[in-house]
């Protein structure tokens, strides 16, 4: 089992930026890749960030420039540093692992960008 436990969100105005943390409970180089997806109200969840063992990375075209996902293995956390928010970033935020046994999903982070 991977518990992952996100956290960062908060209220922010538009232009600004959050550091959001995810927290596994095993070391991230025995989890084949980690994501962050987002839904908005109303919305499904989309795909937000990607980054995989070996450190690959891949992001939405609606986020490229400005978020970036990363990782600290002595931690075992994930990060996604957004910055240049802007209000239609507004959403709760989840972590999401791949082992090579099964598929994990945090209870995920709210960030909410409005003046």
């Known amino acids: 089992q991977v518990q992952l436990l996100e956290s960062g969100g908060g209220l922010v105005q538009p232009g600004g930026s959050l550091r959001l943390s995810c927290a596994a409970s095993r070391n991230i180089l025995s989890i084949n890749v980690m994501r962050w997806y987002h839904q908005a109200p109303g919305k499904e969840r989309e795909l937000v960030a990607v980054?995989?063992?070996?450190?690959?990375?891949n992001y939405a075209d609606s986020v490229k420039g400005r978020f970036t996902i990363s990782r600290d293995t002595g931690k075992n956390t994930v990060y996604l540093q957004m910055n240049s928010l802007k209000p239609e970033d507004t959403a709760v935020y989840y972590c999401?692992?791949?082992?090579?046994?099964?598929?994990?999903w945090g209870k995920g982070t709210l960030v909410t960008v409005s003046s």
């Open positions: 980054i995989t063992s070996g450190g690959t990375t």
């Open positions: 999401n692992a791949d082992t090579m046994f099964a598929n994990y």
